[in-house]
């Protein structure tokens, strides 16, 4: 029943109405102008922050000049490094980690596995990969040796007492395969994730060489001060790992402090579209314009939910740009890469997309782990990242429908294969395999962790871990060791039943 009210009151009624329409208009009208602030604010270079500064302090540097040859599809480049022997003992030879070379062979290439060769080479295998070309060692010339099959171990004599810096120099050529990977050509568009070698990890007494998996990101490396020179023909846009400037001759110019390793995607075709968040100058580039804002608008969301509450980014720039494979998407330092099928999908399975990677840059790239023996201690944080982005973005009810959806699905489903969520990545047979075990049902450990510390303790222990290990590489016992300071108990046990027990 409807009440009819008196008539003064009725005037007053409306009185209110208008007061508040008008109200909402003022308050709607500043939301709008902030938001609209945020967008249409000149981008520009922000400054390094003091603390990145901080933590370049003494750490390896690296100096690239390269230029792309796109019709000849190669990329040759001079690297030169000083690196320093932290392995506390003498060492006869500089070890160098250079994934691309996997891809020369079919016998050794991430990409010829069953799954992967039609989806990535099409009809035909397609050779590419790095080759040195000359090496010298504090000024003198040495021989470079391969170490493993595949061409990702290099070795160069020398002579390295624990504690001193070494120059190295090297003149190379990556020829660039017809491969629709993280390494490769496809569509007018180059992906050049992990062609510039980086110093191979020394732990417990040896160097990690694991070899390139078909399956998952088994790259491991320390940050570095990387300065990269890159030319181009003009009218090639290129997005990068780091913000670069571009000199008269329309060579780029790219610098980076405390960085993992360096990426590039260089296309004729990428449109741009940059905004400021956070402070952070995100760009986002890729062949239509509508792609590169819908890439820029997830970013910038999902960088203002993980801030809040992993604390800040740590460098002045972040980039999106478009890649053409089947991986979904993939993440380096400082850039990401989003394939293009699903821009084209666009939607939800965009911004899963974009929101999944954009976390990496706190979880694999600030914090660094160990994508061979832990895959799980980035990708399972990445995948509980989608549950915030969409808590804030959509609401609660959105969240826990998430939840249900990806993550307590994954904990029932029957998954054949003995494998658990803290397998290393050669146990896993097939993409999907990995992505329910290590991503959603990783991520069941996260949402079990909610419970037990509440969301608010959870946020402050992975700003935590965060903060402590920024720079770094984490080890699980080190975010184990954080966890339990946070739940003010030992959860080895509960870690051992999320990530070590077999479901079925
Ligand atoms: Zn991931």
Redesign the pocket.
């Known amino acids: 029943m409807k009440q009819k009210l008196p008539p003064e009151l009725n005037r007053k009624a409306w009185l209110y109405a208008a007061l508040i329409v008008l109200m909402m208009l003022i308050l709607g009208g500043g939301a709008f102008l902030l938001l609209t602030h945020e967008w249409e604010e000149a981008p520009h270079i922000p400054a390094v922050s003091a603390a990145t500064q901080a933590a370049a302090q003494g750490l390896d540097e690296i100096r690239i000049t390269a230029a792309l040859d796109p019709d000849a599809r190669t990329l040759t480049f001079t690297q030169e490094m000083a690196l320093t022997n932290s392995t506390g003992q003498v060492q006869s030879a500089v070890v160098l980690r250079s994934w691309s070379g996997a891809y020369l062979s079919e016998a050794t290439s991430p990409c010829a596995s069953d799954e992967l060769f039609y989806e990535c080479y099409g009809a035909s295998f397609s050779p590419g990969g790095l080759q040195v070309d000359t090496a010298e060692v504090n000024g003198a010339p040495v021989t470079a040796t391969w170490l493993d099959e595949a061409s990702t171990v290099l070795s160069l004599p020398a002579e390295w007492p624990a504690g001193e810096s070494v120059a190295v120099r090297l003149t190379c050529t990556v020829t660039i395969p017809a491969c629709a990977s993280r390494f490769g050509y496809a569509d007018g568009v180059f992906m050049l994730g992990n062609v510039f070698p980086v110093a191979a990890v020394w732990q417990e007494g040896a160097w990690r060489t694991d070899a390139y998996a078909a399956i998952g ?1 088994p790259f491991l490396s320390e940050c570095a001060n990387w300065q990269v020179t890159l030319s181009v023909p003009a009218g090639y846009e290129v997005a990068a790992s780091a913000p670069g400037t571009q000199d008269g001759t329309g060579a780029y110019t790219f610098d980076a402090l405390a960085l993992r390793d360096f990426a590039l995607v260089v296309s004729r075709d990428f449109v741009q579209a940059q905004a400021m968040a956070e402070g952070v100058l995100v760009t986002a580039y890729a062949r239509s314009e509508a792609d590169a804002k819908a890439m820029l608008r997830a970013a910038t969301q999902a960088m203002a939910s993980y801030a809040k509450r992993w604390g800040d980014y740590a460098y002045p720039a972040f980039t999106l740009a478009e890649a053409v494979f089947p991986y979904g ?3 380096y330092p400082g850039m990401v890469m989003i394939g293009s099928d699903v821009l084209a999908t666009g939607g939800q399975v965009l911004e899963y997309t974009v929101a ?2 954009t ?2 840059q706190w979880w ?1 790239v600030m914090v660094g782990s160990d994508g061979w023996f832990d895959p799980w201690q ?2 399972s944080l ?2 509980y990242a989608w549950l915030d982005y969409v808590g804030d973005w959509y609401g609660a009810a959105d969240r826990e429908q998430m939840a249900f959806d990806r993550i307590e699905t994954a904990m029932r489903i029957t998954i054949p294969g003995g494998v658990t969520p803290g397998s290393p990545i050669d146990y896993f047979t097939d993409l999907t395999q990995y992505s329910r075990i290590v ?1 959603q049902r990783g991520a069941a450990f996260w949402c079990a962790m909610e419970i037990h510390l509440g969301k608010d303790g959870l946020d402050a222990m992975l700003r935590d871990y965060q903060a402590q290990f920024r720079f770094r590489i984490a080890t699980r016992e080190d975010l184990t060791h954080v966890l339990n300071q946070h739940a003010g108990m030992d959860m080895s046990g509960l870690m051992l039943d999320y990530l070590d027990t077999l479901m079925n």
């Open positions: 990101d998407g993939m993440e999944h990677e976390a990496h694999a980035d990708e990445c995948e991503y």
